[in-house]
């Protein structure tokens, strides 16, 4: 029996309750109604950096709503607003731009271009040496072996190539010209109607390249002053 009255006595205070709460919510939370008495501003632009190119994907916030998009490819952007909306813009290595509309802007439709500035500083190039002072890098170069003159190190490469063409591995005999002329007719087949594959494996080729070169068929006969 006790426990019976006092839930009748905890179930009479409910209703009051009930109505401070919600008299309470609808003090500090604004309806949908109010919401949609705001008039909607169509806000849109281009946005650029200072060389006048267009920023992609720049992102548009409103901060007090948690609302945004971002611009396209060629930095145009579009968005639905409220007066006293705070606007930000905003894009890597650039400084943010931000504005708020005021409570008595009346138009339906605003077109803002929007110009970030840069961020960033582009520092020259910095090249670290393992030296200290200046005694041991002027004793690094005088240490420093040098290579040959160009045409020594051509001179050079061209024996090499020479001398790995003509080893054992590549004796000038009958197979190895069956073999040449079998490849060569493949390739021919292969890219038959299409242009024709540069071989530069091609031991003939680089023989009639070296005999050329010793004869001087490469040498300029044009005199120079």
Request: charged content about 20%; aromatic content about 14%; proline content about 4%.
């Amino acid at each position: 029996m006790i426990r019976l009255l006092w839930i009748a006595f905890v179930l009479s205070f409910l209703p009051v309750v009930g109505l401070q709460g919600q008299k309470l919510l609808s003090d500090t939370v604004p309806t949908l109604t109010e919401r949609q008495k705001k008039p909607i501003v169509q806000l849109s632009g281009i946005i650029t950096n200072t060389k006048k190119e267009g920023m992609p994907f720049t992102t548009i916030a409103v901060i007090n709503r948690a609302q945004g998009t971002v611009s396209n490819f060629w930095g145009y952007y579009s968005i639905a607003v409220h007066p006293d909306d705070t606007i930000r813009f905003s894009s890597v290595g650039h400084k943010s731009f931000e504005f708020t509309f005021p409570d008595s802007f009346s138009e339906k439709e605003w077109h803002a271009d929007i110009v970030l500035a840069y961020d960033t500083v582009v520092l020259s190039e910095t090249v670290v040496f393992p030296w200290t002072t200046y005694d041991q890098f002027l004793q690094a170069v005088l240490d420093l072996e040098l290579q040959d003159e160009d045409m020594d190190r051509a001179r050079s490469n061209i024996a090499l190539m020479q001398k790995q063409l003509f080893s054992e591995e590549y004796q000038v005999d009958a197979s190895l010209n069956y073999k040449f002329y079998m490849q060569d007719k493949a390739n021919q087949l292969y890219t038959r109607g299409q242009v024709p594959t540069l071989s530069l494996l091609n031991p003939f080729a680089w023989a009639q390249f070296f005999e050329a070169l010793k004869s001087g068929a490469f040498t300029s006969k044009k005199k120079v002053y």
